[in-house]
Nanobody, 125 residues
Framework: QVQLAESGGGLVEAGNSLELSCEAS????????MAWFRQSPGKEREFVAS????????YYADSVKGRFTISRDRYKNAVLLEMNNLKSEDTAIYYC??????????????????WGQGTQVTVAS
């Protein structure tokens, strides 16, 4: 049974940074592509960033490109999301997702069969 556990969320002021971590248990994190999605109150879940199995390819939503960086930490069997220059519109619950079939980065939620419980990120303006 694959389990994903997010951490690192919190309350920050606009312009500051946070780093989220998603540790995978029950499978190597290198089994498939991994991604971050987020959901704000009253909105649908949206794609944030994804990373390929090898970690060599990444894909970002336009809204976070240049500010967020997704990476793999193979020692911790985890995927990280470094978030810089945070804005109030980044406030959301951030979810980690893992695929066991998709190799390359993907923005489609249907590619990911395993999801974490989410971690809250609140950016105060």
């Amino acid at each position: 049974q694959v389990q994903l556990a997010e951490s690192g969320g919190g309350l920050v002021e606009a312009g500051n940074s946070l780093e989220l971590s998603c540790e995978a248990s029950g499978r190597p994190s290198s089994s498939g592509a991994m991604a971050w999605f987020r959901q704000s109150p009253g909105k649908e879940r949206e794609f944030v960033a994804s990373i390929s199995v090898s970690g060599g390819r990444t894909y970002y939503a336009d809204s976070v490109k240049g500010r967020f960086t997704i990476s793999r930490d193979r020692y911790k069997n985890a995927v990280l999301l470094e978030m810089n220059n945070l804005k109030s519109e980044d406030t959301a619950i951030y979810y980690c997702a893992a695929s066991s079939t998709t190799v390359g980065p993907s923005a489609s939620p249907s590619e990911y069969g395993n999801w974490g419980q989410g971690t809250q990120v609140t950016v105060a303006s």
